[in-house]
Protein backbone atom coordinates (compact mmCIF):
# COMPACT_ATOMS: atom_id res chain seq x y z
CA UNK A 1 0.00 0.00 0.00
CA UNK A 2 3.02 2.77 -0.66
CA UNK A 3 1.82 3.47 -3.81
CA UNK A 4 -0.97 5.68 -2.82
CA UNK A 5 0.21 7.06 0.07
CA UNK A 6 3.50 8.04 -1.22
CA UNK A 7 4.02 7.49 -4.99
CA UNK A 8 0.78 8.59 -6.82
CA UNK A 9 0.43 11.98 -7.72
CA UNK A 10 -2.63 13.45 -6.57
CA UNK A 11 -4.75 13.88 -9.10
CA UNK A 12 -4.50 9.93 -9.76
CA UNK A 13 -5.41 9.56 -5.60
CA UNK A 14 -8.35 11.02 -7.04
CA UNK A 15 -9.01 9.40 -9.66
CA UNK A 16 -8.61 5.76 -7.94
CA UNK A 17 -10.44 7.26 -5.21
CA UNK A 18 -13.76 8.83 -6.94
CA UNK A 19 -13.28 5.77 -9.60
CA UNK A 20 -14.06 3.06 -6.94
CA UNK A 21 -17.26 4.72 -5.95
CA UNK A 22 -18.64 5.16 -9.53
CA UNK A 23 -17.44 1.50 -10.22
CA UNK A 24 -19.80 0.98 -6.81
CA UNK A 25 -22.30 2.55 -8.18
CA UNK A 26 -22.63 1.07 -11.86
CA UNK A 27 -22.29 -2.24 -9.66
CA UNK A 28 -25.64 -1.78 -8.64
CA UNK A 29 -26.81 -0.97 -11.76
CA UNK A 30 -25.21 -3.97 -13.20
CA UNK A 31 -26.85 -6.11 -10.65
CA UNK A 32 -30.54 -4.37 -10.94
CA UNK A 33 -30.12 -5.70 -14.63
CA UNK A 34 -29.03 -9.02 -14.01
CA UNK A 35 -32.12 -9.07 -11.66
CA UNK A 36 -34.65 -7.44 -14.25
CA UNK A 37 -34.70 -4.61 -11.80
CA UNK A 38 -35.27 -1.93 -13.91
CA UNK A 39 -35.93 0.91 -11.54
CA UNK A 40 -32.40 -0.26 -9.68
CA UNK A 41 -30.40 -0.36 -13.24
CA UNK A 42 -31.79 3.13 -14.11
CA UNK A 43 -31.01 4.65 -10.62
CA UNK A 44 -27.49 2.85 -10.56
CA UNK A 45 -26.77 4.41 -13.95
CA UNK A 46 -28.39 7.86 -13.59
CA UNK A 47 -26.31 8.10 -9.78
CA UNK A 48 -23.26 7.00 -10.99
CA UNK A 49 -23.68 9.34 -14.13
CA UNK A 50 -24.07 12.28 -11.85
CA UNK A 51 -21.56 11.43 -9.24
CA UNK A 52 -18.90 11.03 -12.44
CA UNK A 53 -20.09 14.57 -12.99
CA UNK A 54 -19.70 15.67 -9.50
CA UNK A 55 -16.12 13.82 -9.32
CA UNK A 56 -14.72 15.36 -11.84
CA UNK A 57 -15.56 18.87 -10.15
CA UNK A 58 -14.78 17.62 -7.08
CA UNK A 59 -11.11 16.13 -8.16
CA UNK A 60 -10.04 19.44 -9.44
CA UNK A 61 -11.18 21.87 -6.88
CA UNK A 62 -9.04 19.82 -4.37
CA UNK A 63 -6.18 18.83 -7.01
CA UNK A 64 -5.35 22.17 -8.78
CA UNK A 65 -4.49 24.18 -6.05
CA UNK A 66 -1.90 21.69 -4.37
CA UNK A 67 -0.67 21.30 -8.11
CA UNK A 68 -0.03 24.53 -8.40
CA UNK A 69 1.26 24.84 -4.81
CA UNK A 70 4.27 22.43 -5.31
CA UNK A 71 4.64 24.13 -8.80
CA UNK A 72 4.83 27.35 -7.18
CA UNK A 73 7.62 25.59 -4.95
CA UNK A 74 9.28 24.41 -7.14
CA UNK A 75 9.80 27.44 -8.87
CA UNK A 76 10.90 28.96 -5.39
CA UNK A 77 13.40 26.51 -4.85
CA UNK A 78 14.83 26.42 -7.58
CA UNK A 79 15.65 30.38 -6.97
CA UNK A 80 12.28 32.23 -9.37
CA UNK A 81 11.29 34.56 -6.98
CA UNK A 82 9.10 37.01 -9.55
CA UNK A 83 6.29 34.54 -9.63
CA UNK A 84 2.85 34.89 -8.60
CA UNK A 85 1.52 33.61 -5.25
CA UNK A 86 -2.06 32.63 -5.96
CA UNK A 87 -4.38 31.41 -3.15
CA UNK A 88 -3.52 33.54 -0.28
CA UNK A 89 -6.95 33.74 0.31
CA UNK A 90 -7.66 30.15 0.70
CA UNK A 91 -8.43 29.23 4.38
CA UNK A 92 -7.50 25.41 3.97
CA UNK A 93 -3.50 24.17 4.24
CA UNK A 94 -3.00 25.26 0.33
CA UNK A 95 -4.05 29.02 1.66
CA UNK A 96 -1.53 28.69 4.85
CA UNK A 97 1.05 27.51 2.79
CA UNK A 98 0.77 29.82 -0.08
CA UNK A 99 0.71 32.53 1.91
CA UNK A 100 3.22 32.02 4.21
CA UNK A 101 5.92 32.12 1.25
CA UNK A 102 5.02 35.45 1.48
CA UNK A 103 5.55 35.47 5.50
CA UNK A 104 9.45 37.00 6.55
CA UNK A 105 9.21 34.68 9.68
CA UNK A 106 7.94 31.64 7.95
CA UNK A 107 9.27 28.42 9.59
CA UNK A 108 7.66 24.67 8.72
CA UNK A 109 4.94 23.14 10.75
CA UNK A 110 4.75 19.62 11.80
CA UNK A 111 2.03 18.79 10.62
CA UNK A 112 -0.90 20.83 8.30
CA UNK A 113 -2.63 22.16 11.36
CA UNK A 114 -4.00 25.76 12.33
CA UNK A 115 -0.55 27.48 14.09
CA UNK A 116 -0.15 31.33 15.15
CA UNK A 117 1.85 33.20 12.86
CA UNK A 118 4.87 35.12 14.79
CA UNK A 119 4.67 38.83 15.01
CA UNK A 120 6.07 40.39 12.11
CA UNK A 121 9.82 42.04 13.89
CA UNK A 122 9.45 45.95 14.39
CA UNK A 123 11.19 48.11 12.23
CA UNK A 124 13.37 51.15 14.72
Not at 4 to 26: D, E, Y
Not at 64 to 90: F, H, R, S
Amino acid sequence: MRWPKAVAPIRQKMLVAFGSLIGLMLLTSLIGLVRGDWIMAATGAVTAAIGTILGLKFRRSICDPYVNTVVCMEALAAGDLTGPIACTAYQDCVGRMRASLESPTWSPPSRCAPRKRPAAPANN
